[in-house]
């Protein structure tokens, strides 16, 4: 599998990020707020489309700062 240029790492790292946790979270809040039943399904998906929308450019924008800190807190992380 060809893999992409080092410069693509943020923006790729915020696409799989943001998936991932809007999915998760998306699903863990419809399911505490409205329970599970036959339309579960349903509103998990409409309410991850717009966590999605929202997640995907705030990741990008702050995972740069994330990565920072952690660099400043972690010990032996990668250099800046």
């Known amino acids: 599998m060809a893999k992409l240029s080092q410069r693509f790492y943020t923006p790729v790292f915020a ?14 809040i419809t399911a505490i707020n409205t329970g599970f039943d ?21 990741i990008s924008m702050i995972a740069p700062l994330a990565h920072r800190a952690t660099r ?8 800046a």
């Open 15 to 28: 696409l799989i990020m943001s998936c991932l946790m809007s999915l998760l979270m998306s699903a863990v």
């Open 72 to 79: 400043r807190v972690v010990e032996g992380g990668p250099a």
């Open 38 to 58: 036959s339309g579960f399904l349903l509103r998990w998906l409409r309410s991850w489309i717009v966590a999605w929308i929202v997640a995907f450019p705030l």
